[in-house]
């Protein structure tokens, strides 16, 4: 097709229309342009055409979001509901030691500093009882409690056994991959977007523009979606049970394919000038300097910039830099995005009213507390523990519930929060730095609590407050929070076994769940057992490299938890003894559970908080034995950004 000569006026005509046509234009530019001056050139009028059905066909991008949206939450509110009804069970009965059992809440607030914890808890590997079960009939045949799980059931079992499955990091780079289900949610996200890029689209030279065209329409339309993945305050944790760290993994993957979209876009416009308006006697440099054009090249250093600096390795090097640069690029990038094209505006103005909401109104004045916290730097000399007392305020309790209140209206367990601690130097003032709340929850009962961080040196902030923490006993700290989900809680509290693993710090995750699942339980039985033995059982497993970091955790709490049915398990330090066989200790406690009478409805939950290593072999095994017909289900909390 021949676009040179004559046609210069035309295409300069269309550049301007696609800059500025909605998918309302449809009739305007085709009979003003398309036929006046495109009629002999059936080419021409492709390109028209190409445009307008662009426009058109990127509106149902939203419908398609809104879609998967709505089905995802339906999907979580039922099994909210079903799991509220089957979290009282008590058709099945468990050999339990016979301990008492008093509330939960009595001794538990005892902060003890102590570093020695008890030696009927360290080193200890307490083997797996015989646990009986009892179907609701005692006239039930033997043999079909002894039954393994049908057919159907098995398939079920093996297909959530490959989507818990974990693959080996890739080598020479060592990046660690995430589940297998993780993987197919993304790939059939990325599927969305090639979908978005190369339907209807003709793959010629004389049609690159459009393709070009395409590709900047579905970068504006993700905008909106890239930072409500981000947002720490946002509805989606409401509505499908996923808070934005459990979307952080879409929210990188899709900043990634917005950047790879806008090299695209720039490429595929150089390549508009080369083949379409260099001919024309449009020259380089003036396509470069025109004003359209060096905001697009703005926006897309800008947003070059932020996947660069985004990067694990630039993140875990020079965080404080990410942080800074993570925000000031964002706002560059959006304001130049909006005088870049007119038909980006809606979309950038959507998303920067999700990040103005979510940082000024939510994390500067809603959600923020300030308090005076008490320091206490540990015998490794490496960590800092950070202490303070929050009143509880129960006001507002359902908006709370709809839109979040701060950390003085409560959190629940494997909850963090942000901190910030001014006094160590300006550069502080305005960085806020994540970490797992390592004490236990407040109850409906409780007016004060105590709040406690577990913060391990490395460089900046951290490294910076272990060093003021060996001069300052107290210090104004401010608190933003809590977030996080509740997946890991809800899944223990379905469950007739509760395993759950910790590695070092991953303490701060694993003792809230184990206090929450007591207090709970508890409470069950008082109400509903009326003196029966509980009808499940909780197993904590906690691994530590030092002896001196079993001073993260109160040993009064271990004792009380270990003294009142918690199987509490701690091997010896990892420095002196090695690392011990988790994955062996977790799958003797499955399959002792179970060792007396095979019952299929007896659910098990696993939840893992450690190093990489470590949760991928817990997420392993227990792929393994749901392979093998266990009903075993879990959840990995990952520390780190």
Known sequence: MDLSGESGE????????????????????????????????????????????????????????????????????????????????????????????????????????????????????????????????????????????????????????????????????????????????????????????????????????????????????????????????????LLTGYSYESLNIFHRRLGEVMCLLALIHSVGMVGVWYTILRPTGFSLARFLLSKIILLGIGALVAYELLYFTSLGSFRQRWYELFLVLHVTLQVIALVLVWFHHHNSKPYVAAALAIFLIDRLIYRVVLKIHSSIAMLEVCKDEQTVLVRTTVIISRKWRLLAYLVGSRISGGWKATEHVFLTVPALSRKYIVQAHPFTIASRAPNEHDTAVKLKLIIRAQDGFSGDLVRYAKRHSLVNVRIDGPYGSQSALHLLQQCDLSVIVAGGSGIAVALPLVWELYNSRSSIDLEDCMGKKSSSRIVLIWVTRYDSHTAWADSTELQFLQDHGVEVSMPPPTADNGHPDVSSMVESWISGHGDTLYDAKAKIGVVCSGPDGMNRAIRNTCSSLLAQGNNVDVEVEKFGW
């Open 10 to 237: 035309f295409l300069l005509s269309l550049l301007r229309f696609s800059l500025q046509a909605t998918a309302s234009d449809s009739t305007g530019f085709s009979q003003e342009h398309a036929v006046s001056t495109a009629s002999s050139n059936a080419g021409r009028s492709r390109l028209v055409q190409g445009i307008l059905f662009s426009r058109s066909f990127i509106l149902s991008y939203q419908l398609v979001l809104l879609s998967f949206l709505l089905l995802f939450t339906v999907w979580h509110w039922t099994s909210r509901i079903r799991v509220r009804g089957t979290r009282r069970r008590p058709s099945n009965e468990i050999s339990q030691p016979a301990h008492g059992r008093p509330s939960a809440i009595e001794g538990a607030d005892a902060e003890s500093r102590t570093s020695s914890s008890s030696s009927t808890i360290i080193g200890s590997s307490s083997s797996p009882k015989a646990l009986r079960y009892y179907n609701d009939s005692e006239q039930t045949p033997l043999l079909e409690r002894l039954r393994p799980p049908a057919r159907g059931v098995r398939i079920i079992y093996w297909i959530r056994a490959f989507f818990i499955y974990q693959p080996r990091p890739i080598p020479l780079v060592n990046k660690t991959l995430p589940s297998n289900g993780t993987t197919m949610s993304v790939l059939v996200f990325l599927g969305l977007q090639v979908f978005y890029v190369f339907y209807k689209m003709p793959l010629s030279i004389p049609t690159l523009f459009v393709f070009a065209d395409r590709t900047s329409l579905l970068f504006v339309a993700n905008l909106p979606l890239l930072y409500l993945f981000a947002a720490k305050n946002q509805p989606l944790k």
